[in-house]
Each structure stands twice: as C-alpha cells, then as structure tokens.
C-alpha cells in the first residue's frame, strides 16, 4: 500500500496538520515528534486525536506540552476580488440602509452586486 505524505493525508479544507510534537518530562525537556501514523485530524471537532493516547512520558510542568503545527489553507474567494466586491457592495448598502423604519418605501438591493456575481451563479435550465 502506496504512503502518502501526511500533510495530504491531514488536508481537510482549510487546514492541513503538518507536524505533532510533545515536550518530554527529563530535564530539560526535549521536544519530540510524533509519527504521523499515530494521529489524525477531526474538522467536525476541530482536533487532533492520538491513536494511543497522551503519552506517558509528556511533561507535567509545562504549561502547553503538546504543540502542533498546521498551514492554513488560503480562502478561495481570495481567487475572484469580484466576490469580495461584490460582498463590500452589498455590505454598504446594507450599512447605508440600517434605519429600523423606512420613509421612502424598500430599496432593492443595488444592481451592481446582480452583475458582478452573474458570472459564478450556475445557469438553471
């Protein structure tokens, strides 16, 4: 069975855990890493299990024994700035439009943000 790398095999969206290390109890302690067969990622918890437990041999006098390292993948939106301008043209408006009664009757959202985003809605048939 083929290894992959355990960054991709921890990709999960917009994070990928790239290293688990622990501070040992000896004197100074030393920093250990460990494998990456021996944990994986949960996204719907936000956490990182160990396959068998804390060990035994982590250091109880450091505040964060345990470390771990990950790279947070970028925001697909950072791709389209349409999408973000999109969103800052709606947003003003929205800002623009925040009385809690309204006098000259409901504004429609302003037409720019329809046209900006028109190219990423899927077509419907």
Same mark, same amino acid.
């Given at each position: 069975?083929? +290894?992959?790398?355990?960054?991709?095999?921890? *990709?999960?969206? &917009?994070?990928?855990?790239?290293?688990? =290390?622990?501070? *040992?109890?000896?004197?100074?302690?030393?920093?250990?890493?460990? =494998?990456?067969?021996?944990?994986?990622?949960?996204?719907?918890?936000?956490?990182?299990?160990?396959?068998?437990?804390?060990?035994?041999? +982590?250091?109880?006098?450091?505040?964060?024994?345990?470390?771990?390292?990950?790279?947070? *993948?970028? *925001?697909?939106?950072? =791709?389209?700035? +349409?999408?973000?301008? =999109?969103?800052?043209?709606?947003?003003?408006?929205?800002?623009? &439009?925040?009385?809690?009664?309204?006098?000259?009757?409901?504004?429609?959202?302003?037409?720019?943000?329809?046209?900006?985003?028109?190219?990423?809605?899927?077509?419907?048939?």
């Amino acid at each position: 069975m083929p +290894v992959t790398s355990y960054v991709d095999k921890f *990709n999960s969206g &917009n994070l990928s855990i790239t290293k688990v =290390a622990y501070y *040992n109890g000896s004197t100074p302690s030393v920093l250990t890493t460990i =494998a990456s067969s021996n944990y994986y990622y949960v996204s719907t918890g936000n956490k990182v299990v160990l396959n068998s437990g804390i060990p035994s041999d +982590v250091s109880t006098f450091r505040t964060s024994p345990v470390i771990v390292e990950y790279t947070q *993948n970028a *925001n697909f939106t950072q =791709a389209y700035p +349409v999408i973000k301008q =999109a969103g800052l043209l709606l947003f003003t408006h929205l800002y623009n &439009n925040r009385s809690e009664s309204v006098t000259d009757g409901l504004q429609k959202i302003p037409y720019g943000v329809d046209c900006l985003l028109r190219p990423y809605k899927p077509l419907v048939m």
